[in-house]
């Protein structure tokens, strides 16, 4: 059976309800569908399935003047939306959706910087070949490109290597529409508060519209997944980081074992991104037939993933990005990076010790330190530990059982997924968290970006 390192957790759907509603201008809202529209036609969801809403006004504004428009006339709570890929209801509310999905596309670029602005609306799985049409190509990428640019930066979506930081790193200077119907433009020189708070603001500051990304050259990568015992990775996870441009692993509990998937830079013209994604579902047959015996288990997976390695190549943004078929929910920290391997070993010999029925692979991941106020890795390298649970089985006792290992070694929940803390607990893991705060209430003081999750995440409320 073919496999490779994502096609295990691997789902290219896109949300039913993620559909923008292009090209109506009613209620005075250009962009924007009524209630007078049909439930289907306005509601939404999110990628997972969990969270849904029914907003009265749904936008999808063509260009900046619509988006301004949109937001000054609005009422009640505002949200933008991207792919809703977020297993966290960052989302809903019943009042303002805005989808900026038309405004998508590199705006211009600049050849000798190497950079490139791009609008926000741009999914990522279009603006790797729309850079390589003018000669550039991100530094570094998420594995999943579904995700609209703005989402993806909103939380700090990251992929893995060493010394490189998350999406939200690589933004040299981005436009902002605020509730109010302003546009700021902003960098490390102009705004540079707004510019610190924006590049990651769980959509709590306004709009991103327009966004500035420092790339490079197109570049080609070969990626290359081998089954290995856990031991042998968690005692060398730091060298088999330091040896590649790219490295992650995916531990597989109860058995012992785990997918290396390491990837370097490669000259040549070869292609081969062949995946399996049924390959998860040999897992949880394996564990359903035989999960009571541990050795038996781990003998049935070497047989559904097979024993030599499996090898992909091609273009730095098909080779990075991995499509999806399998559905699931995911709750995801990040520990300081010197901790992370004490932290996954913790986390396994629990699901041992324990019989914590989890299947699904869990992925560890590298990522730097930036200087992002509520990013991740603010001011710390990162590890990044993942723990999912396939979308028809109850998720909440396995990461209920896992989430208080996380807390012991400083972790920091990924904003777009589950997780349980609230302000006050998440307060003293930022040391920008007052100064975010400050720029929130500038930009923002009537709390019209707030849905009932912000309100608790970020500890504000709505004024009337």
Sequence with gaps: MRWTRRALIRDAMI???LVTLPGFRMDGLPGAASAAESEDAIAWKNWAGDYACHP?????????AELVEVLRNATGTIRPVGAGHSFSPLVPCEDTLIACDQMSGVIGFDAEAMQAEVWAGTRLHELGPALEGVGQALINQPDIDDQALGGALATSTHGTGKGMGSLSSYVTGLTLATPAGDLIECDADRDAEVFHAARCSLGSLGVVTRVRMQ????????ETTTLVPMDELLAQADALRDGHRHMEFMALPHSGLGLLITTDEIEGDEVELAEDPQAVYGLREAWDAVGQDGDVYRQALMQVLGGASEVRQGPSHRVLAHDRFVRFREMEYTVPADQGPACLAEILETIEREQIPVI???????????????SMFNDRDGATISIHEFVDEDHRPVFDAIEPIFWRYGGRPHWGKWHSLDAARLKDRYAHWDDFAKVRDRLDPKGKMLNAHLSTVLGAEKRA
């Design 15 to 17: 949300s039913a309800g």
């Design 56 to 64: 009265r006004l749904r936008a999808a504004p063509q260009d900046e």
């Design 215 to 222: 790339n490079r050259k197109p570049y080609r990568l070969r």
């Design 360 to 374: 699904f692979p869990i992925e560890y991941r590298y990522v730097s330190a930036d200087d992002v106020w509520l």
